[in-house]
T-cell receptor, first 116, second 111 residues
């Protein structure tokens, strides 16, 4: 139980394009979803928290106009990196919480973004 | 500002020995404590959780919680090379499913 999927697992794009990453909770309803970014050999960095049907709450220093988050249903959240630049290249990981036995976050497998 | 502290390591342990990973937290009111494992290049996965003082065992893993000392630990018995990973300690935050994360301890099991 508590399976979270992410798609795509890898994406390579040109600078200036937008990239959408999907995060789905497959066997539970995720009332809250989280988006993290992780650079090589660094710690997880929380980017934003989203509750179903509400606007996302962004962490300090994260540009909400650049990283668009939509949590339109209890099983799907999307992160769109708009006008991506090479410095946005990173490992993006979503997690979901809600409706599970353990009241904690379950992680998707992550998406590697490379912006050329 | 709630904080969770972990020694970044690396912690090197010979195969078959007990690996001991430690974590302290700042908020005395914290209720839930979690250990996640993150292999290099992968996302974190939940391996243990503990809510009450004392020990909780699950296979080769034992989580220990001491609320008076604001200290939580993870013991891995009969360590295997496949246990080599970064172990993240997390404590519940104020909002639903919010977690306060430690920076992680890198564990290396030497064959």
């Amino acid at each position: 139980g508590a399976v979270v999927s992410q798609h795509p697992s890898w994406v390579i794009c040109k600078s200036g394009t937008s990239v959408k990453i999907e995060c789905r909770s497959l066997d539970f309803q995720a009332t809250t979803m989280f988006w993290y970014r992780q650079f090589p050999k660094q710690s997880l960095m929380l980017m934003a928290t989203s509750n179903e049907g509400s606007k996302a709450t962004y962490e300090q220093g994260v540009e909400k106009d650049k990283f668009l988050i939509n949590h339109a249903s209890l099983t799907l959240s999307t992160l769109t990196v708009t006008s991506a630049h090479p410095e946005d290249s990173s490992f993006y990981i979503c997690s979901a919480g809600g409706g599970t036995v353990q009241e904690t976050q379950y992680f998707g497998p992550g998406t590697r973004l490379l912006v050329l | 500002q709630k904080e969770v502290e972990q020694n970044s390591g690396p912690l090197s342990v010979p195969e078959g020995a007990i690996a001991s990973l430690n974590c302290t937290y700042s908020d005395r009111g914290s209720q839930s404590f979690f250990w996640y494992r993150q292999y290099s290049g992968k996302s974190p996965e939940l391996i243990m959780f503990i809510y009450s003082n004392g020990d909780k065992e699950d296979g080769r893993f034992t989580a220990q919680l001491n609320k008076a000392s604001q200290y939580v630990s993870l013991l891995i018995r009969d360590s295997q090379p496949s246990d080599s990973a970064t172990y993240l300690c997390a404590v519940n935050g104020d909002s639903n499913y919010q977690l306060i994360w430690g920076a992680g301890t890198k564990l290396i099991i030497k064959p």
